[in-house]
């Protein structure tokens, strides 16, 4: 099946930027995904790219695709305490019921 | 409020009992998905159904069954728990346009 690899930790000092990274393994994949997971909650849509683009910025977040090298990022600037949660990458393929695979997630300690 | 509701949030079960986890979504999507998340493995697809009528199994589906009963509910049931099936499992709906709305999340633990 289809893999997508992320590391499991990040320590940032508040207002740096955060930048976390994930590869995945299908290239037939559509749309690409980051969903935040705050402790005791669901997972929340942050932000989403597809495929035929490189880059996508909204606020304080910027997602950058590389398709060549299956790679795919969240920059979050100026990271602040509330953005301490776990943080997924997820790809989605047309056809199938718009399954979604997900990463082993990140998870982001922002320190002070 | 719209989304996704999941019960119970909270379930304690022995090992060998049965029980079915509740999801129901208000947002008129067609597709419903089962999740268990368990640490260092992310999110893995348990059922989905892609439309109301249709289920199909995901990537560890054993010891679990469905119903999409119409198309707010999708259930999942547990006929006979196993202490491997200690976790905790999210309901999701989506359209493709729209990326995916979770519920809340159920926390089991099977003793």
């Known amino acids: 099946g289809e893999d997508v690899e992320q590391s499991l930790f990040l320590s940032v000092r508040e207002g740096d930027s955060s930048v976390i990274n994930c590869t995945y393994t299908d290239s037939s994949s559509t749309y690409l995904y980051w969903y935040k997971q705050e402790p005791g909650a669901g997972l929340q849509l942050l932000t989403y790219?597809?495929?035929?683009?490189d880059m996508k910025q909204d606020q304080r977040l910027t997602v950058l695709l590389n398709k060549k090298d299956k790679h795919l990022s969240l920059r979050i600037a100026d990271t602040q305490t509330g953005d301490s949660a776990i943080y997924f990458c997820?790809?989605?393929?047309?056809?199938?019921?718009?399954?979604?695979?997900f990463g082993t997630g990140t998870q982001l300690k922002v320190e002070l | 409020n719209a989304g996704v509701t999941q019960t119970p949030k909270f379930q304690v079960l022995k090992t060998g009992q049965s029980m079915t986890l509740q999801c129901a979504q208000d947002?008129?999507?067609?597709?419903m998905y089962w999740y268990r998340q368990d640490p260092g493995m992310g999110l893995r697809l348990i059922y989905y159904?892609?439309?109301?009528?249709?289920?199909d199994k995901g990537e560890v589906p054993n010891g679990y069954n469905v119903s999409r009963l119409n198309k707010r509910e999708f259930s999942l049931r547990l006929e006979s728990a196993a202490p491997s099936q200690t976790s905790v499992y999210f309901c999701?709906?989506?359209?493709?346009?729209?990326?995916?709305?979770f519920g809340s999340g159920t926390r089991l633990t099977v003793v």
């Open positions: 947002m008129n999507h067609n597709s």
């Open positions: 159904s892609a439309s109301e009528g249709t289920t």
């Open positions: 790219i597809f495929s035929n683009m």
């Open positions: 997820a790809e989605s393929f047309t056809g199938g019921g718009n399954k979604l695979t």
């Open positions: 999701a709906s989506s359209e493709p346009t729209d990326g995916y709305t």
